[in-house]
């Protein structure tokens, strides 16, 4: 059973470079981005404290 869209966790991409830069992209119909300094950064505006958190999926 699908959330109401209310509910339903918003989706983004994040890529984080090797010099600790992070581009995030958001995963909606109308797909804007932004470049970040540091992950924390894009915690700090995003995780609307602590209600959200980023969880990298990659292996790495």
Do not use: S
Request: net charge negative.
């Amino acid at each position: 059973m699908a959330l109401p869209a209310e509910k339903a966790p918003r989706r983004f991409k994040l890529i984080c470079r090797t010099d600790v830069t992070c581009a995030l992209r958001w995963r909606t119909a109308v797909a804007p981005h932004a470049q970040y300094d540091q992950v924390e950064h894009v915690e700090h505006i995003h995780a609307h404290n602590g209600a959200t958190q980023v969880e990298f999926v990659d292996p790495e």
